[in-house]
């Protein structure tokens, strides 16, 4: 599902030794920085994460696209000048591409002699410019297919700025290494020599800008921090700037105001703008914590720049109104070696990396609370929370361990335990007084060590006869350990009571690895089992028992391509094993049946790390070379489990396993392909759940409570913003809210707990994720309470800040006595002042507030914008013009507003809010941005459009409000494929048509008495009413009772012909509703073994679901829908009653909003028809024109109309050798992927999991026209 939690890195690192870049796990030297890894163009801005390309919009500044681009780290990227969806790449494996941004697909390539450093696009000529790491300059002219040639060579060190002339397409400056500017002319191939710094202190060029305005002067920053003008022409210096403390890392031309141009530099999150004409900068912007690596410039916007961090955040900066306008999370930089759950907390989670950071992040808000940094040129393999989790440790590849505290970061031990690199450890979450090392460690030096917590200090040490890599304590037996070597065994040891004595010997070894085990896994739940993962390919999983005499491996795993790495077992689900591989990919593999169950792509490099959470057990997280930190939803499999406690609670405690005995003993048995998995959860999470719903009023059997509905809700799956989600609800049913650890609230209480956030900003000491200096603190507590108009408290915030002539402007908007009062307190203080200005306290004191809810949408800021237009809609912002009026001075209230627009206005933002984060695959977030404001049918409507079945189901039924009879079936559906008939059975009753799906659901379910209570009559009964049924013309019964009699070719013979009446029907025109009541009936009937009539069912079930589809602006769906109708009608020769010309018709109009290109192609050939019927050319003719008219009028809600993004809706499609197309729509799948039951074909075909949920909701017949029913 849809997160990437501010781990995405901008800049690409590189291992000096390329051999190790493929996939190692101790890259050799130092990373270095490249810096050409940002890009921009008129409507967008990109950067690189080690081999995928990230693509935003600037309008909203939200992620637009995410394209795996190479198989190796890239080294920089540049947009087209002239054409914004072209964007090339490169990266160390030689290979130079461009990128149709649109298909997401590489349009143009080239493989260069050695790894390029640095790209340029010329402006005119369809050429680029690279610099490689041999000092050759090359240039490509992709469009004649040929490969890039080389202009000249600025020889070793080589290159370190490359630079096309803006203007002058065939003019090149290269800086290189040595302190000299080299510039070359493709037209006439004269190479010019600038000495610059090469012939004095060989100072590195380290950035380069051409003047715009100029053809030969170029500006030029050096690595001793001096910045000098030159002229080509002449090869001189014209002009040296004041040379700076730190040395300048980037540059780039201010366009808004001629001569002007800003600098960077990697020390400070400082842009210095200057003047071409001066030698002193004129002044400077803070824009950030961290150094700044790159400086790109927009083209449309002169004021706006790009900027990448040394911390990997990426942002832009207006420097007209010296603010940043977007501010990336900062993440990792390299690899993510280890994640690891915090062990109390489902929300937090730790990252260690091999740029020697330990990041704690909390999930809800994907931001960073804590960072540890290990220090310089220390790699971090592995990490470990103490029991409680009020430490962290971490190994290094020195040997050192590092030891922290989790509340504060403080380093409390720093020690080296192993003579060269540590790659794992482990905290033992077991302690027992006999045993006094708590970390336990394994080493290069061939040793695995057990470490004091406290002390540092080595208690014991396991000698083995090669290095020890994997170490893992046992989770359910006191003082067993298991330990992986590069000899091929696992080992186990039993620690206990061995302080002072000999060192302990192995009581099992399991041999059986070809090559070095990685890491090791014990069972959660059945303590005889353990996994191992090796660089043999293979996971082996073994039975431990010391008293085993048997053959020890249960189970062999194979399929990986590369080495594993990443083991993890399933806290609930015992059979389930994950594995992650330097194959990129993560397996999920029935270790009961021998067989992997699924593969993911969705990485770009070697997977290293797998966690989950017990409280969260379905909500796994992964992290990679590649740079992120991946989540991943496991609902499939346990969706009927959530049905279940939804429905009938009480009924969890009968789904919890017994014990570890029958796991062992299948285990321990011949693999059964044919076997089913047990349906039980086994794990504590489970039975502390079931052991709450018993303990509730009822034992479960009354109504949920909140308390309830958000205990199952959390365990069986997450959402991001779910955690919020249950104070909403409260508040909707007047009940109180959880106290704490909430982002989102409800109107009614949303002004108090901003209030409430801001005094905690004043009285903050460093708490976790209230971070900040006292005075920053301070202005966004002032912040606050302007938002929610408390002048008087933002005066005095501002008053502590320092911001003395801020709280002077707006006091008198409180009062005149204030003003006063406030004056008086200044001149007292004689305090010093501020240079910055914001119009925010301005418009709200002169009661433009409305300005400020319009400037913070264009910014994207729409949570700020709901405060505010919240706040004036209660009345608390002062009105134009009249400044006095706020009664108390508090901004509490006395301000006459026009309520209905006022109202209307704060509905607006809301829907704009719900719409930014549908667009960004963000539904339940965008659902309780309408449960914020009470629109409770706004909110469930999106979420069952969504394909959020549970969730919708949830918020409706705790509401009180009906369930969607569409999810009231799916979620039956699913509890039917569960086997939970009576589970079913309750859902469908609440169904508008009960009385029909009752009936049906009797005649499936196995369990006859059951089906009684259902429907009393029995087969027999059923058959002798279909001739009646069909005599009076009453088709949906007659239909019903042959389907529920089992007489299926009578059912298909009678639907087709009531069905085809009624598609003749003008007047009155048919109805939706109608159609259902004949073809839900026929959705049972096994088509796919049927002969007779199965084409017209399968056009009567196309054609009711484009109409469906239609009336639900389900616009995704109807040209697939279309052709299937057309197909089917073509195939199997049916007689339609409906013309195809109709149906183009109905499709053209049914798309015109959002695809109106396409609709006017349909319209057009529609016209060009010499047979086309009378009555469509003028309707054809006027919907053209109507689409003519409005193809550009933009929607800002469109995200929120028909089918809604699922949860991770939005991320990208995995790298091209892996990636599936929809056989809807040929188009790359984004998120979810569903294999379509397509026996009889060739090769596997897939459709989106979204477009597969949508299908169903108005046709259960797969798309391939099988007649099978699609049940995603």
């Known amino acids: ?11 690409s690192r590189r291992p000096t030794n390329d051999s190790d870049a493929a996939a190692p796990v101790d890259p050799l030297g130092g990373p270095e920085v490249y810096r050409d890894t940002i890009a921009t163009t008129t409507d967008a801005f990109a950067y690189s994460s080690t081999m995928a390309l990230h693509i935003f919009r600037l309008r909203d500044n939200s992620l637009h696209k995410m394209i795996a681009a190479h198989e190796r780290t890239i080294c920089a990227i540049c947009w087209c000048p002239d054409d914004s969806n072209l964007l090339a790449s490169c990266s160390v494996s030689k290979k130079v591409s461009i990128w149709d941004l649109e298909k997401e697909e590489e349009c143009f390539n080239t493989m260069v002699p050695e790894q390029p450093l640095f790209m340029d696009w010329a402006t005119t000529g369809d050429r680029i410019a690279l610099a490689l790491a041999d000092g050759q300059i090359l240039v490509w002219e992709y469009r004649l297919g040929k490969a890039a040639t080389k202009l000249c060579s600025v020889g070793q060190p080589g290159a370190k700025v490359l630079r096309l002339h ?170 993510i070696f280890d994640v690891v759950f915090h062990p109390n907390d489902p929300d937090m989670l730790a990252t260690a990396s091999y740029d020697g950071y330990v990041k704690l992040w909390q999930i809800s808000t994907s931001e960073s609370h804590r960072e540890m940094f290990a220090g310089k040129d220390l790699i971090l393999y592995g990490l470990a929370f103490a029991p409680g989790a009020n430490h962290i440790c971490a190994c290094s590849s020195t040997g050192f361990l590092m030891i922290w505290r989790t509340d504060t970061g403080q380093q409390l031990v720093k020690q080296k335990i ?160 994950f594995s992650g591989s330097w194959d990129s990919t993560i397996r999920v593999w029935d270790v009961a049946t021998q067989r992997c169950m699924h593969v993911c792509y969705e990485h770009n490099a070697d997977v290293y790390g797998i966690a989950l959470h017990p409280q969260r057990p379905f909500f796994l997280v992964s992290s990679s070379r590649d740079t992120t930190l991946r989540f991943w939803a496991l609902e499939d499999q346990v969706r009927w489990f959530l049905v279940t406690s939804l429905v009938q609670p009480w009924r969890l405690a009968e789904l919890l396993g017994e014990g570890a005995d029958d796991i062992l003993s299948i285990m321990t048995a011949p693999a059964d392909t044919s076997l089913m998995p047990l349906q039980k959860l086994y794990g504590q999470g489970s039975r502390a759940l079931a052991a709450a719903i018993q303990q509730a009023p009822g034992g479960g059997q009354q109504p949920l409570t909140l308390e309830m509905y958000k205990q199952i809700v959390s365990f069986f799956m997450y959402r991001q913003g779910i955690e919020d989600l249950w104070g909403l609800l409260a508040a909707i049913r007047g009940e109180a809210a959880p106290p704490t650890g909430r982002a989102v609230f409800h109107e009614r209480e949303l002004i108090e707990k901003q209030r409430s956030r801001a005094n905690e900003l004043v009285s903050a000491r460093g708490a976790l994720g209230i971070a900040g200096k006292q005075e920053e603190r301070l202005v966004k507590a002032a912040q606050i309470m302007l938002r929610i108009g408390d002048l008087r408290s933002y005066c005095r915030f501002m008053v502590r800040a320092g911001h003395w002539e801020k709280a002077i402007c707006i006091a ?103 719409a930014r984060y549908a667009e960004q695959g963000e539904p339940l977030l965008a659902a309780m941005c309408f449960l914020a404001i009470s629109q409770v049918q706004l909110a469930t409507s999106l979420l069952s459009r969504a394909h959020e079945a549970a969730l919708a189901y949830v918020v409706a039924t705790s509401i009180g409000q009906p369930a969607d009879p569409v999810d009231l079936k799916l979620l039956a559906q699913c509890a039917e494929r569960g086997l939970r008939w009576d589970i079913a059975g309750d859902l469908l009753r609440a169904h508008p048509s009960a009385n029909t799906h009752l009936q049906l659901l009797a005649a499936r379910c196995p369990d006859k008495t059951l089906a009684q209570s259902w429907a009393a009559w029995t087969p027999q009964q059923y058959q002798e009413a279909i001739a009646g049924n069909y005599a009076n013309g009453d088709f949906p ?128 050939e529609l016209l060009a028809m010499p047979d086309l019927p009378a009555h469509l050319r003028p309707s054809c003719e006027q919907q053209a024109q109507a689409i003519q008219a409005q193809m550009h009028v933009a929607d800002e809600h469109s995200a929120l109309q028909g089918l809604v993004k699922m949860a991770g809706g939005h991320l990208p499609s995995c790298h091209r050798r892996h990636a599936k197309k929809s056989v809807l729509t040929d188009q790359l799948i984004k998120g979810p992927a569903f294999e379509m039951d397509d026996r009889g074909f060739d090769r596997k075909t897939y459709i989106s999991l979204r477009e597969a949920l949508g299908w169903a909701r108005v046709n259960v017949f797969s798309p391939l026209n099988t007649g099978r029913k699609i049940c995603p």
């Not at 939690?5 to 800049?11: E, R």
């Not at 009531?1058 to 109608?1074: I, K, M, S």
Request: charged letters at 20%; proline letters at 5%.
């Open 1037 to 1164: 019964a007659a239909v019903l009772s042959a389907v529920c009699a089992g007489d299926y070719a009578q059912a298909a013979q009678i639907g087709a012909y009531g069905l085809f009446a009624l598609f003749q029907r003008t007047d009155p025109a048919w109805t939706v509703e109608e159609a259902r009541a004949i073809m839900d009936p026929l959705e049972d009937l096994p088509l796919q073994d049927m002969d007779s009539d199965r084409g017209n069912i399968l056009a009567c079930a196309a054609y009711v679901g484009l109409v469906e589809a239609r009336n639900l602006d389900y616009s995704e769906l109807i040209v697939s829908l279309a052709q299937t109708l057309k197909s089917i009608v073509a195939h199997h020769q049916v007689q339609f009653p409906v013309s195809m010309a109709d149906v183009t018709f109905l499709e053209a109009t049914a798309i015109a909003r959002q695809q109106p290109s396409v609709a006017l192609q349909r319209l057009s």
């Open 418 to 577: 192993h003579n060269g690199k540590s790659y794992r450890c482990e905290w033992n979450q077991r302690p027992h007084q006999s045993i006094q090392g708590e970390i336990l460690t394994g080493g290069e030096d061939r040793v695995a060590c057990l470490t004091n917590a406290a002390t540092g200090n080595v208690i014991l040490k396991l000698t083995h006869p090669d290095q020890v890599v994997g170490v893992a304590w046992h989770p359910l037996v006191d003082g067993v350990l298991a330990t992986a070597c590069d000899d091929g065994h696992v080992r186990l040891f039993n620690v206990l009571g061995v302080a002072g004595a000999a060192e302990p010997k192995p009581y099992v070894i399991l041999s059986g690895h070809e090559k070095k085990v990685f890491n090791i896994a014990f069972h959660p739940v059945c303590p005889d089992l353990l996994a191992s993962g090796s660089d043999d390919l293979s996971i082996r999983v073994w039975n431990c028992n010391a008293n085993f005499q048997g053959h020890r491996e249960t189970r062999r795993l194979t399929g990986h391509t590369n080495k594993v790495r990443g083991l993890l077992w399933h806290s609930e689900l015992p059979f389930l094993l």
């Open 1 to 11: 599902i849809g997160q990437t939690p501010g781990i995405s890195c901008t800049p």
């Open 166 to 335: 803006p203007r002058l397409a065939g003019k090149l400056l290269v800086g290189a290494a040595d302190g000299a500017l080299h510039v070359y002319s493709m037209e006439t191939q004269k190479q010019t020599l600038i000495i610059g710094k090469s012939k004095t202190s060989k100072d590195p060029v380290t950035d380069a800008q051409w003047d715009p305005l100029s053809e030969d002067y170029l500006l030029v920053a050096f690595q001793d921090g001096s910045l000098s003008l030159y002229d080509a022409s002449s090869q001189r210096e014209i002009h040296a700037f004041d040379i700076q403390s730190q040395p300048v890392q980037s540059v780039a031309w201010a366009k808004a105001q001629p001569g002007n141009f800003v600098t960077a530099t990697d020390r400070v999150g400082v842009l210095r703008i200057w003047n071409v004409s001066q030698r002193a900068p004129l002044g400077q912007i803070k824009v950030g914590t961290s150094g700044i690596t790159c400086v790109k410039a927009f083209p449309s916007d002169p004021n706006l720049f790009m900027l990448s961090f040394k911390n990997s955040s990426v942002g832009v900066c207006d420097i007209g109104n010296r603010t940043m306008r977007f501010m990336s999370s900062p993440g990792h930089s390299e690899t």
């Open 812 to 914: 008198p908007a409180v009062s005149q006595q204030f003003w006063a009062e406030l004056c008086g307190e200044y001149m007292e203080t004689l305090g010093a002042t501020a240079d910055l200005e914001e119009c925010a306290p301005f418009w709200v004191a002169t009661g433009k507030a409305s300005r400020l809810i319009d400037a913070c949408i264009e910014r994207s800021e729409l949570d700020t914008a709901f405060v505010v237009a919240k706040a004036e809609a209660d009345g608390r912002l002062p009105q134009a013009p009249s400044l006095g009026a706020l009664g108390d001075g508090s901004g509490s209230g006395g301000c006459a507003v026009d309520e209905s627009a006022a109202r209307a206005k704060l509905d607006s933002v809301a829907s704009t809010l719900a």
